[in-house]
């Protein structure tokens, strides 16, 4: 019996050039989970809400109300995206409002427990600090760590914690953080594969 995974490409919107990455996750991974998964991989520290939108509906942690969207954990990606192509979008920070754009690239399947059923392929840019204003308050934020004569730039660096590179993105240091999780992925969430498919 193989298990069926899906790889998917993210991208946030409203940043060129782009800042994306493609990822293998189980098909049967429910939104919550893939919500940690995407927080990893994208490099965001998971301190603000967030929201799927599949289709017409939302999907978030704690709906308080039905116009808020269902409850994430309820909802396995496999009952809603399940053709290769589809896209959906996911929010992070309603106050930053980053808007990603995920695509489904892929549907192949594996047996359980390989190395890669949760691993980063490829990617490209490094993912903006957090409470940064969201993608105008990002280039502004740029032009003041890229100019050491900005009146702002001492400031900033101090908040920020040190210098920012734009352009990084460690491919194996967030293999080796995905590794790390995938064996407390499993231990939590046991059912998380759900749907068993032969190929």
Known sequence: MKYRFYML??????IEPAIWRSFVVPAS???????????????????????FHIGHQRYTRWPELGEEGLSSKDYHLDELVYEEGADFGYLYDFGDGWEHQLFLEEIFYMDPGASDELVCIDGARACPPENIGGA????EFLDVVSDPSNDE???????????????????DELNRQLRMYVNYFRERHKESYGTNEEE
């Open 9 to 14: 490409e993210i991208g946030l919107l409203g």
């Open 29 to 51: 991974i429910t939104l919550a989970q893939l919500h940690e998964v995407i927080q990893m991989v994208m490099g965001w520290t998971d301190c603000h809400s967030y929201r």
């Open 136 to 139: 105008l308050g990002y280039l």
């Open 153 to 171: 730039y001492e400031s900033t660096i101090e908040w920020l914690g040190g210098k920012f590179d734009s352009e990084r993105f460690d491919i």
